[in-house]
């Protein structure tokens, strides 16, 4: 922790445990890491930069890949990890991240890839911090990453950024590769939705279809459109559509956009109270239908079973008049 490099070096000789760890956090002498454990002599020279005893460790033979963790058994960090949080918390050199990537199988340090990629790219995806992967940690990342998790990882920090306009133009002026997956973050999240203006998350989306998002990219089960349409986003539902985005799309268990829109029960105290919550559901559901939305699907009764929620919603009573409409749309 300290940097002693010649006790390091006494301690290779003499052929001790390169891998031993420490277990006791409560003793608080892990400081900010007192919830991990399990920390070895090369998490800790990683996590604090020192590098010529990263490379003595290593060359000696610790083990790269030991993961630490919180006491419940999450939150896994390796010595990667470590030497990548560093960075991204003191804006630094990735001196040492190149160092054990260069070292490692090049498959198991990519396990959070996509998170330091989130972490890093706010801070340091400007021109201050370097244009090239030598000296900027993001663009290294961004390098080595796969595309799915690059992707997710560039969308993120496009989403969580202070100046996501920024961000996007500078790694375009830097010829990142922009990969297919990029769209859900700022078209759906809701934590998104409630810090980003309609208008910034427009900007965002509309950057990734210039630079070949997939307007149909599944997600975690959901196209783009069919997350627009469940968070009955008017505006993002009319831009995706605008741009090409499949209207008769379906998931896995077959809902499409219009049906994702419609499968949600808005109630309230009383019909008062939920109308008013009800009107967007009812524009992205009458927007879809006259855009092309099969209805039709949902008139059987296996397409009913799709739509359990619609169906129950639809037999209540009473019904707001909006709530009216929104089954009638569906023949319920």
Not at 149 to 161: L, T, V, W
Not at 231 to 244: P, Q, S, T, W
Not at 283 to 293: F, N, Y
């Amino acid at each position: 922790m300290v940097g002693n490099v010649e006790f390091v070096k006494s301690w290779i000789a003499q052929k001790r445990n390169l891998d031993v760890t420490f277990d006791e956090p409560t003793r608080g002498l892990e400081g900010n890491y007192a919830r991990a454990q399990g920390v070895t002599a090369l998490m800790v020279a990683a996590g604090m930069g020192r590098l010529e005893i990263v490379k003595l460790l290593v060359e000696g033979g610790a083990n790269l890949y030991l993961e630490s963790h919180w006491p419940g058994g999450e939150h896994l960090r390796n010595a990667f990890d470590y030497a990548v949080e560093r960075a991204v918390r003191e804006s630094g050199s990735p001196e040492v991240v190149e160092y054990l990537w260069a070292k490692s199988d090049k498959v198991r340090f990519l396990a959070r890839i996509d998170e330091h990629i989130t972490a890093s790219c706010p801070r340091t995806c400007n021109d201050k911090s370097g244009g090239d992967a030598r000296s900027n940690l993001a663009l290294f990342l961004i390098g080595v990453a796969p595309d799915r998790q690059r992707g997710k990882g560039i969308s993120d920090a496009a989403c969580y950024s202070q100046q996501p306009v920024e961000l996007l133009a500078f790694l375009e002026k830097h010829a990142v590769k922009f990969p297919k997956n990029t769209l859900h973050c700022a078209v759906y999240y809701p934590t998104v939705k409630g810090m980003r203006s309609p208008e910034e998350r427009m900007a965002i989306v509309a950057f990734f279809l210039d630079h070949g998002a997939d307007l149909e990219d599944p997600g975690t089960g959901f196209t783009p459109l069919m997350g627009a349409a469940f968070g009955h986003d008017i505006e993002m539902v009319k831009l995706l559509l605008a741009r090409g985005a499949n209207i008769n799309a379906r998931n896995s268990a077959g809902v499409t956009a219009i049906g994702q829109a419609a499968n949600i029960c808005i109630s309230g105290v009383g019909t008062n109270d939920a109308e008013p919550r009800q009107k967007p559901q009812l524009a992205v559901i009458e927007h879809l239908a006259q855009s092309g939305a099969d209805v039709k699907q949902y008139a059987t009764a296996s397409g009913r079973s799709q739509l359990g929620i619609l169906t129950s919603c639809c037999s209540r009573q009473p019904h707001s008049g909006t709530q009216r409409r929104i089954c009638e749309v569906f023949g319920l």
